[in-house]
C-alpha cells in the first residue's frame, strides 16, 4: 500500500517555474514506477512524465518535454516534477501516481494503482 500526497501547486505567470512535491508512505515505495498526469477542465486525464523506480530513467510528454523534470529521491520517498517556461496551457490539476509495473515506461493511467489527490497549476498570461 502506498498513499501519495501532491503538493506545490499555485499560481504563476508565463514563463515562470514551480516544483511539484510528491511525498509518499509506504515501505515499497522505491519499487514502483511514479509518475505526474494533469487534467484539465472538461478535458482527459492526460500523462505529462515518468521516472523508473531506480530514477535510473525517465520518459516526457511531447508537450512538456525540455522545460519539466522529474525526479526522485528513494531515500526520502518523495517525487518532484520541477516545471520551468511555463505556459498558460499548462494550467490544470496535477497528480502523481504509482505503478508496480517496473519495466518500460508507463504512460497509461491505467497502469497506475495509487494516486494522490492533486494540485492546482494555474498559468496566467
Known amino acids: 500500500q502506498v498513499q501519495l500526497v501532491d503538493s506545490g501547486g499555485g499560481l504563476v505567470q508565463a514563463g515562470g517555474s514551480l516544483r511539484l512535491s510528491c511525498a509518499a508512505s509506504?515501505?515499497?515505495?522505491?519499487?514502483?514506477?511514479m509518475g505526474w498526469f494533469r487534467q484539465a477542465p472538461g478535458k482527459e486525464r492526460e500523462f505529462v512524465a515518468t521516472?523508473?523506480?531506480?530514477?535510473?530513467?525517465?520518459y516526457y510528454a511531447d508537450s512538456v518535454k525540455g522545460r519539466f523534470t522529474i525526479s526522485r529521491d528513494n531515500a526520502k520517498n518523495m517525487v518532484y516534477l520541477q516545471m520551468n517556461n511555463l505556459k498558460p496551457e499548462d494550467t490544470s490539476v496535477y497528480y502523481c501516481?504509482?505503478?508496480?509495473?517496473?519495466?518500460?515506461?508507463?504512460?497509461?493511467?491505467?497502469?497506475?494503482?495509487?494516486w494522490g489527490q492533486g494540485t492546482q497549476v494555474t498559468v496566467s498570461s
Open positions: 521516472i523508473t523506480w531506480n530514477g535510473a530513467s525517465t
Open positions: 509506504g515501505r515499497t515505495f522505491s519499487s514502483y514506477a
Open positions: 501516481a504509482a505503478s508496480p509495473l517496473r519495466f518500460g515506461f508507463r504512460t497509461a493511467d491505467g497502469d497506475y494503482v495509487y
